[in-house]
T-cell receptor, first 115, second 113 residues
C-alpha cells in the first residue's frame, strides 16, 4: 500500500470545522483512501472512504484532490467526543499478493477538540 | 445488528501459558482480520481469514501464533507459550467483501506477567 503522511497533532475549537490533511503522493489507480479514528483505546471506527470523487456521509466529508495525491477529512462541527487519533489509509481493492487487503495504520493525527 | 464482538476483553497470562482470543464477526461477514497494537503505536496487520481458509498471514510471527476461522463459531487467535513482549491490544475486524470497509471489535487487552 502507498504510504500516507499526516500531521502529528491538531487542535480544533468545539463547534468549528476540523480539517485533517493527508498526503498520499504515490497512490495508484486501484487504491482507495480510507479514514478511521481511534478514540482512546477503543477499536478503530470507520469514518469514510473514497476513490476520486468527494464523499459525504453523516459523520464527515472527504475531499480528494484531482491528482489524488492528497485528501482532507472534514468534520463539519467538531465536538469533544471527536477527540481521537485519525488515520488516513490507502488500500487497494484489487488483489496483488500478500498484504493486498490489509489496512496499514501509520501514526495518524491526534485531534484535540477544545471547549 | 450487533457489531464485531471480541472476548475476553482483558486477559492476563503468565509467561509460558497459552492465550486464546475470540472474535465473532458481524452478521453476514465472512472475512476476518486480526491486528495487534503495542502501546503508543498504530495497529499492525497480522492475518486475514475467510471461513475455513487463511488468505494472508504475512503479518503473523513465524512461531507460537496461529489463527483459524472455522465453518461454525468465532475466529480464534491462539498464542502459545506467551512472553512479555506479547502484551498488547489485539483487535479483529470483519468485512462483508474485500471491497467493503472493515469494522473493528473492541479489542482484547493481553497482559503477560
Amino acid at each position: 500500500d502507498a504510504k500516507t503522511t499526516q500531521p502529528t497533532s491538531m487542535d480544533c475549537a468545539e463547534g468549528r470545522a476540523a480539517n485533517l490533511p493527508c498526503n498520499h503522493s504515490t497512490i495508484s489507480g486501484n487504491e482507495y483512501v480510507y479514514w478511521y479514528r481511534q478514540i482512546h483505546s477503543q477499536g478503530p471506527q470507520y469514518i469514510i472512504h473514497g476513490l476520486k470523487n468527494n464523499e459525504t456521509n453523516e459523520m464527515a466529508s472527504l475531499i480528494i484532490t484531482e491528482d489524488r495525491k492528497s485528501s482532507t477529512l472534514i468534520l463539519p462541527h467538531a465536538t469533544l467526543r471527536d477527540t481521537a487519533v485519525y488515520y488516513c489509509i490507502v488500500r487497494s481493492i484489487a488483489y496483488s499478493g500478500a498484504g493486498s487487503y490489509q489496512l496499514t495504520f501509520g501514526k495518524g493525527t491526534k485531534l484535540s477538540v477544545i471547549p | 445488528n450487533a457489531g464485531v464482538m471480541q472476548n475476553p476483553r482483558h486477559l492476563v497470562r503468565r509467561r509460558g501459558q497459552e492465550a486464546r482470543l475470540r472474535c465473532s464477526p458481524m452478521k453476514g461477514h465472512s472475512h476476518v482480520y486480526w491486528y495487534r497494537q503495542l502501546p503508543e503505536e498504530g495497529l499492525k496487520f497480522m492475518v486475514y481469514l475467510q471461513k475455513e481458509n487463511i488468505i494472508d498471514e504475512s503479518g503473523m510471527p513465524k512461531e507460537r501464533f496461529s489463527a483459524e476461522f472455522p465453518k461454525e463459531g468465532p475466529s480464534i487467535l491462539r498464542i502459545q507459550q506467551v512472553v512479555r513482549g506479547d502484551s498488547a491490544a489485539y483487535f479483529c475486524a470483519s468485512q462483508q467483501g474485500t471491497s467493503n470497509e472493515q469494522f473493528f471489535g473492541p479489542g482484547t487487552r493481553l497482559t503477560v506477567l
